[in-house]
């Protein structure tokens, strides 16, 4: 176990790994769809998965993926897909585990495709049920 969490902080690999993904159904595709509407982005560029209680957004090649961006301008989108997930699985007893959105920037390319992650931004539920951006 140590040797896993040292090989993925002192790797090219993803910052965070994501064991036992469940990729999007029907009710998360929804919720994805608001997020590339609201946003007007690429379809393509938006991505959602689930692993316990995380619920993860993936913008893959985004224009704020291929470019040097300020941290200000990755949390400022980051808690705009924040706020539409929220209030989408806000009253769903499906997501009412899910303490963590986790909004992460990515480059992908190469055959077989590698992800390389430019930014990550927790947003973590409160005691009142509201999704905060978490800063360490």
Do not use: C, W
């Amino acid at each position: 176990m140590l040797a896993l969490l040292f090989t993925s902080l002192y790797s090219d690999g993803p910052a965070y790994t994501q064991p036992n993904i469940t990729h999007i159904d029907g009710a998360t595709e929804g919720i994805r769809l608001a997020v590339v509407t609201n946003l007007g982005a690429p379809d393509d560029t938006v991505e959602m998965s689930r692993s316990g209680d995380i619920l993860l957004v993936s913008r893959v090649n985004s224009n704020m993926s291929n470019a040097v961006h300020a941290r200000g301008e990755f949390n400022k989108e980051a808690a705009a897909i924040a706020s539409v997930v929220s209030r989408a699985i806000a009253d769903d007893a499906e997501y009412k585990k899910i303490n963590t959105i986790r909004v992460q920037y990515l480059n992908r390319s190469g055959s077989p495709a590698k992800d390389k992650v430019i930014d990550t931004v927790d947003f973590r539920k409160n005691p009142n049920g509201i999704f905060d951006m978490h800063s360490s």
